[in-house]
């Protein structure tokens, strides 16, 4: 109860109020929590061919990220290409995604990586594109966060803690922008779903 009556007071009060994580600017570590979800776009820039195939190798550290799932859906290759993952090796995973249904050309998300943080880290976690070929040929491709392309990200790894819940209920009631939202479940958008996992993550094992 004494946790709670702290999250209450801080967040109907407004006493607590928290800088914004700066997870925008790639140049730093971006700041996430254990068993969050990280959703990476991957983006492919403009292909004047047709694109019969593209061969995709993805370098991360498996002893603190795990691969929840990789999809097509939501690129503008979904319909019409399928999706082949290589048997997953220490701190790598290739991908194949070949046309099946028709030829597409053009630029966009092509796939979308699901990681999961499995614990915290003191320093930086690598997420990054060791190849890229279109065709057999090597592509300009990155990955998107936050509306920042690059081909390498770098994550923090943190234990989370009843801050971080008492700053997801002032960002929901509008108290902060959304600026510092930790996406736990790697949907896009704030939801309560994100404060009660982190809620359960921080706060339950505490009151045991």
Not at 72 to 85: C, D, H, Q, V
Not at 97 to 104: E, K
Not at 115 to 129: L, M, N, Q, Y
Not at 190 to 202: A, K
Request: aromatic share 10%; with cysteine; proline share 2%.
């Amino acid at each position: 109860m004494k946790i709670m009556n702290i999250i209450y007071l801080a967040f109907y009060t407004g006493i607590i109020m928290f800088s914004s994580i700066a997870h925008a600017d790639t140049t730093q570590p971006i700041q996430t929590r254990e068993n969050q979800i990280l959703c990476i776009p991957v983006f492919l820039n403009h292909q004047e061919k047709d694109i019969i195939g593209i061969d995709l190798t993805i370098h991360y550290e498996s002893l603190f990220l795990e691969i929840d799932k990789i999809t097509l859906i939501g690129g503008f290759l979904e319909k019409a290409y399928s999706l082949t993952i290589g048997n997953q090796i220490t701190d790598k995973i290739s991908l194949g995604i070949y046309a099946t249904g028709g030829i597409r050309k053009g630029k966009g998300i092509i796939a979308t990586l699901y990681f999961i943080c499995k614990e915290s880290r003191v320093d930086s976690v690598e997420v990054s594109i060791q190849k890229f070929l279109v065709n057999d040929l090597s592509a300009n491709g990155t990955m998107v966060w936050n509306n920042n392309y690059t081909r390498q990200l770098d994550f923090s790894v943190t234990e989370c803690s009843i801050m971080d819940v008492i700053q997801g209920l002032q960002i929901l009631s509008g108290f902060q922008s959304s600026d510092g939202w930790l996406d736990m479940n790697g949907s896009g958008l704030p939801g309560m779903d994100d404060v009660l996992q982190l809620f359960i993550q921080c706060a339950l094992p505490k009151m045991e």
